[in-house]
């Protein structure tokens, strides 16, 4: 019996109730409500990457404000993103799938109508809360619809359509802020939104974990999003503060306090804890979950990074710079369905290893870009590599981290590895582009703004590839036939 295969089965056993819905659906139908979700949810960390140079002009952001309207969305993602999962465990995959719908499409429309930074922020961190409720109700909606040899696949495409949001994010991005307004970029949910919530309605079956109780640690949420919040406030200001300012050490301390308060209050106080430390005794997850803060972190930021060259250095327009992100999105797509289609005779681990290989050769070729690079000659092939190792990876990393743990837990684990993915691209992105602002000013002094700018990103990749590095050495330690289809 293959391991997946005993874990769906195990999951089955007294501990899920299902509901119906008012139609009966083809799985296949379930998955594309899944994806839909997940879609909008990814979508929305890069979409407004290429907007924005015109949102900071309308909103009177400055460089560094203009990094909170991804991290407030990113911060609340991460930090609630726990709690979303252990919501779609307790109170049922559908109910939370609605309420985290709602949420987001609202917000949407607020922050579309935003007319001043402390607005659009506000907003963007409401986003954050609704994609927490709803992205983990989309993993558990697969691994709690889809079996055997079928979960891969499934999982794949779920992969597939998380990771090309990226992409496409940029590409939408810059056709709307070019040819209608920035504004746009988030309007653009609603109509996503609607689908998805009448397709919920009709087509998705309640399934819930009967046995739970419904008690919810939310003080857990707020400590380990607080704390997050703090120490990249923190790293983020070193542009103007020294890292042994009074300021930076008061952020930077104040937060670790609140993570270890955090700690302290899962591992003593909490008595349905937002994280029972137990999930942690599975080496796949604990291992995928190490391994994604790492890259999930690192490509989370090469949108940023690409889009600010494109624009800045190669002087592309918001369309023609949406347009250069097409090839990636292409890559991502490929990568996910040659990994779903491997997993099966090769495991998570080979996988893993070729993928993060893969993305630190990707990330070292785009450290040799120069103020005068072709896209065509030098930063094509470049992203294209970075991309499909992406998808390589996202498919084994999912399956590590979910294929061990009980299905009344399935919300909890894709919670986790959900959040290992935003919390890495929050501080990834904080210290990257702080590392990339002092390197440019640095180099100002005796540089052009095109070189110095480059100058930035040439050592945001760097540092990246010696991540993706890491993260070759982190694989090591999965077992040797996780994922494997005749793994018993």
């Known amino acids: 019996m293959s391991r997946a295969h005993y874990y769906t089965q195990k999951m089955s056993e007294n501990t899920v109730e299902l509901l119906e819905a008012d139609h009966q659906a083809s799985d296949w139908v379930i998955l594309l409500i899944a994806c839909i979700a997940q879609f909008m949810v990814v979508l929305d960390v890069s979409i407004v990457n290429v907007a924005l140079p015109r949102m900071g002009e309308d909103l009177n952001f400055s460089y560094s404000s203009a990094q909170w309207v991804i991290n407030a969305y990113v911060l609340t993602f991460a930090g609630f993103l726990l709690l979303g999962g252990r919501m779609a465990d307790y109170f049922g995959r559908r109910h939370v ?11 949407s429309i607020g922050a579309g109508v935003a007319h001043s930074g402390t607005q659009m922020i506000a907003m963007r961190a409401v986003q954050g809360l609704g994609g927490a409720i709803l992205s ?7 691994v709690t619809t889809f079996h055997g040899p079928r979960l891969p696949k499934a999982i794949g495409a779920w992969s597939a359509v998380a990771g090309a949001g990226g992409a496409v994010g940029a590409l939408l991005g810059g056709i709307l802020t070019g040819l209608v307004s920035w504004r746009w970029i988030f309007f653009i ?9 009448v397709a919920a309605l009709k087509y998705l ?22 704390g997050l919040a703090s120490v990249i406030y923190a790293v983020v200001n ?21 993570l270890v308060g955090f700690y302290v209050w899962e591992a003593k106080v909490a008595s349905h804890p937002l994280v029972p ?3 942690f005794r599975s080496r796949p997850l604990s291992t995928a979950n190490a391994i994604m803060v790492l890259v999930g972190g690192v490509f989370f930021a090469m949108w940023y990074f690409l889009t600010y060259y494109f624009q800045f250095v190669l002087k592309f327009g918001p369309v023609k710079a949406g347009v250069a992100f097409v090839p990636t999105a292409i890559a991502i797509i490929l990568g996910a369905q040659i990994s779903s289609r491997l997993i099966a005779k090769f495991g998570v681990k080979p996988l893993l290893q070729v993928g993060a290989s893969l993305a630190t050769l990707g990330f070292l070729w785009l450290s ?14 470049a992203s294209f590599i970075t991309a499909f190792a992406m998808g390589l990876l996202f498919v084994p990393l999912a399956m590590a981290a979910t294929s061990g743990v009980d299905r009344a837990d399935a919300g909890l684990a894709s919670g986790l590895l959900n959040t290992a993915r935003q919390v890495g691209g929050s501080l990834a992105l904080a210290i990257l582009a702080t590392v990339a602002t002092d390197r440019t000013m640095s180099m100002l002094h005796h540089a052009t703004k095109a070189a110095a700018l480059t100058s930035g990103y040439q050592r945001a990749f760097q540092i990246s590839a010696v ?5 070759l050495g982190v694989s090591f330690a999965l077992p040797r036939h996780t994922g494997r289809a005749d793994t018993t």
Do not use: C
């Open 189 to 197: 949910n609603v109509p996503l939104g609607l689908i998805a919530g």
């Open 205 to 226: 079956r309640e399934m819930r974990n009967k046995d739970a109780t419904s008690k919810l640690d939310v003080t857990g949420s707020v400590l380990v999003t607080g």
């Open 467 to 471: 991540i993706t590095l890491v993260a």
């Open 136 to 142: 983990p109700a989309t993993l558990t909606i697969i």
């Open 238 to 258: 070193t542009t103007t503060h020294a890292w042994t300012s009074a300021f930076t050490l008061e952020w930077l301390i104040g937060g670790l306090v609140v």
């Open 368 to 381: 040799f870009i120069q103020p005068t690079s072709s896209f065509w000659g030098h930063v094509l092939v």
């Open 97 to 107: 799938y609605l309420t985290g719908i709602l949420i987001f499409t609202v917000a």
């Open 277 to 279: 430390f137990r999930m």
